[in-house]
């Protein structure tokens, strides 16, 4: 199987700061990565995605890093806006998609 | 708006009721899932269905039935439902792995 998880339940970061989420994930097979954002009461959103033959992608404020030396993935958001309050969770696959508890993202005004 | 449907968003039971939760979606997405999602945990399968009349077991089965009607739906079924079922449900598809799954809103199903 797969065992993900996040290292922090909660962040808070000051608006216009950078934010970093990370994500461990436990099984080396594992060769395709997503971010997910969760606002509250709705359903998670697909926000990026990584394959495991890259180490860095880049989307519209957020970029992924993946380091499978150690098996932890990132994700940045660039100029953190209160838009982006919501919990973040990656997800890792290799048959089918496990999924990490999520950080949740306060951003401070 | 092409995507995921789930009805109803929320409900409450009394133990040893049953009820049906109702999925749809309108992408031709070939698979379909059910998770559940408990604080402090992450979203664990519950059935899936990779194609129009199979379904498979997830992680967590026990309490619950599935029918994939058709392409476009997937219904979770609780036959008896337990306190332990009080959870948050969603339903999500997919064509292949590339971009991952689309979720539902999700249904917040309490149990007393």
């Known amino acids: 199987g797969e065992s993900v998880g996040l290292h922090l339940p909660t962040l808070s970061v000051q608006e216009g700061d950078n934010s970093i989420i990370n994500c461990a994930y436990s099984?080396?097979?594992?060769?395709?990565f997503i971010w997910y954002k969760q606002e509250s009461g709705k359903g998670p959103q697909f926000i990026i995605d990584i394959r495991s033959n890259m180490d860095k992608r880049q989307g519209q404020r957020v970029t992924v890093l993946l380091n499978k030396t150690v098996k932890h993935l990132s994700l940045q958001i660039a100029a953190t806006q209160p838009g982006d309050s919501a919990v973040y969770f990656c997800?890792?696959?290799?048959?089918?998609?496990?999924f990490g508890s999520g950080t949740k993202l306060n951003v401070k005004p | 708006n092409a995507g995921v449907t789930q009805t109803p968003k929320f409900q409450v039971l009394k133990t040893g009721q049953s009820m049906t939760l109702q999925c749809a979606q309108d992408?031709?997405?070939?698979?379909m899932y059910w998770y559940r999602q408990d604080p402090g945990m992450g979203l664990r399968l519950i059935y899936y269905s990779a194609s129009e009349g199979t379904t498979d077991k997830g992680e967590v089965p026990n309490g619950y039935n599935v029918s994939r009607l058709n392409k476009r739906e997937f219904s979770l079924r609780l036959e008896s439902a337990a306190p332990s079922q009080t959870s948050v449900y969603f339903c999500?598809?997919?064509?292949?792995?590339?971009?991952?799954?689309?979720f539902g809103s999700g249904t917040r199903l309490t149990v007393v």
């Open positions: 999500a598809s997919s064509q292949d792995r590339v971009g991952g799954y689309t």
């Open positions: 997800a890792a696959a290799f048959n089918k998609f496990y």
């Open positions: 099984n080396s097979a594992s060769d395709y």
């Open positions: 992408m031709n997405h070939n698979s």
